[in-house]
């Protein structure tokens, strides 16, 4: 299918694994200001969210959302009709021959189910799309690839995280190769992908940034209590290093005034809440489970202290650059986490705010106590990590080049 060159890349079906989701408000704000500067967008989600609540960003959102079947056994008359439609292509065989390599190297029912959603994907396609987008490198971008083949429309990939670091080798590079292009968040991600890629030239570095009208200034902040409030905002997931922050909480002097308050859900949420049972940390914490964006930005305002405990899993699964960091950092919290992939990249230790080793509960109640303790402190490193935020991650720069990227003629 050819590109208009007048109007190239302007029509973008964006590829995600699921939508709406309150943890990926990141992908909302980039979907809104690329609205806002004149591409049409269609989503296409290989799943339905799960979360109850939506953020007010996604009400401002313009584009249409088109749920692809998250098992192709619950919709099998839709997968037929796009294979019935496909099957005689010269592009279908293409596809057909790029899913079976790589179902050799993963025989999963996942991998089958990612190349039917492309089938679907590109049966239902709207007329005038010019451009497949994924973000994350995993799945999205496997069923983006394979779109790509059976339309012949150019395609991108966002990754950022777990997606590649849980990501065989073989199968980045065969994306990178494929698509035209690849943007991530951090630059521990970009020089490990520029080192895959056939072509380094195609990885970018694109951080997320933040919307700071969306998080606006509070102020100078003032506290009233003697208990200091810390307060994180994460998965309960193994990646967000939570045991080793509990492990810190129970280490801490008994003379110091505290409490935690955690926000957001998680497959680890039962066996963390009796690990804080056993610890006798059960009366000093909070677990709110997810919400809203303005439930969040209250309990920032409320909070002395944020906190973040990032790890690698033992699968190599880590955080890019969480935009939590920066949502604290607008609100002039003083930010302690671990200096793991690209949060140094945010966080200067003892100048914007405090890192320590991950997977060290000493060092994390080290820092902790000191930031209770030392109200100075804490107010010097809040207000330089703001200064840092405001001057190199404001999301309108980062949309800026991604812009640029999507205007851009196919590569040859």
Not at 336 to 358: F, K, M, R
Request: aromatic letters at 8%.
């Amino acid at each position: 299918m050819p590109v208009d060159s007048t109007t190239a890349q302007k029509h973008i079906a964006l590829v995600l694994k699921g939508y709406p989701r309150l943890s990926e408000t990141f992908i909302a704000q980039e979907i809104l200001e690329l609205e806002r500067q004149g591409f049409r967008i269609e989503i296409y989600s290989l799943r339905k969210p799960y979360d109850p609540d939506t953020h007010p960003i996604h009400d401002e959102i313009e584009a249409t959302v088109h749920y692809l079947p998250e098992y192709l056994h619950h919709q099998p008359m839709r997968v037929f009709k796009a294979l019935l439609a496909n099957i005689a292509t010269l592009s279908f065989w293409s596809a057909a021959r790029d899913f079976a390599i790589d179902l050799a190297h993963d025989l999963t029912r996942n991998r089958v189910r990612r190349f039917g959603q492309a089938l679907v994907l590109k049966h239902e396609l709207f007329g005038d799309c010019q451009w497949i987008y994924a973000h994350f490198m995993h799945t999205p971008a496997s069923v983006a690839g394979y779109a790509s083949t059976l339309s012949g429309l150019p395609w991108s990939i966002s990754a950022h995280a777990k997606d590649i670091w849980t990501l065989s080798a073989r199968e980045k590079r065969n994306k990178l190769k494929s698509a035209q292009w690849l943007v991530t968040c951090t630059n521990a991600n970009y020089l490990h992908l520029r080192e895959l890629a056939a072509s380094p030239n195609k990885v970018h570095l694109l951080y997320h940034g933040i919307d700071l009208q969306r998080f606006p200034d509070p102020g100078v902040r003032s506290r009233t209590g003697a208990v200091i409030a810390i307060v994180s905002v994460g998965r309960l997931v193994e990646k967000k290093g939570y045991r080793y922050l509990l492990q810190a909480l129970a280490e801490l002097p008994a003379n110091l005034q505290w409490h935690f308050t955690h926000i957001g859900g998680g497959v680890l949420q039962d066996s963390l809440e009796t690990l804080a049972g056993e610890l006798k940390l059960t009366h000093k914490i909070s677990w709110l489970g997810s919400q809203p964006q303005q439930r969040v930005l209250d309990l920032y305002r409320q909070s002395d202290i944020f906190v973040l405990p990032s790890i690698v899993g033992d699968d190599g699964d880590r955080d890019g650059l969480p935009n939590v960091l920066m949502e604290a950092q607008s609100q002039r919290l003083a930010c302690l986490s671990t200096n793991i992939s690209g949060i140094p990249e945010l966080i200067e230790h003892g100048e914007t705010g405090w890192l320590v080793e991950q997977k060290n509960h000493e060092a994390l109640r080290a820092g902790l106590a000191m930031l209770i303790e030392d109200d100075a402190m804490r107010t010097r490193l809040a207000n330089a990590g703001f200064e840092r935020l405001n001057e190199a991650f404001s999301h309108l720069k980062c949309v800026a080049r991604l812009h640029d990227l999507l205007e851009q003629k196919p590569l040859d």
